[in-house]
């Protein structure tokens, strides 16, 4: 092994080993688990349609259809 890759994963070691070892706190605000049954379309509550085309929004080529 070359010793810059070495260096490399001795300090990847390091930063996973010292981020794992502090106590992490955090409040989960939102989340949806897709669990419906097979097929269906995802909660319209939560969920809406964002159609458009020809560089609509954020310049995409793309062009979304519902």
Known sequence: MKPICLI????????????????????L??????DGPAGNVPDQSK????????GWGNNELETYTR
């Open 29 to 34: 605000r939102w989340a949806d688990e897709f």
């Open 47 to 54: 969920w809406n349609y964002d159609i458009g085309g020809n």
């Open 8 to 27: 490399i994963s001795i300090l990847v070691l390091l930063s996973a080993t010292s981020a794992s070892a502090g106590a992490q706190t955090y409040t």
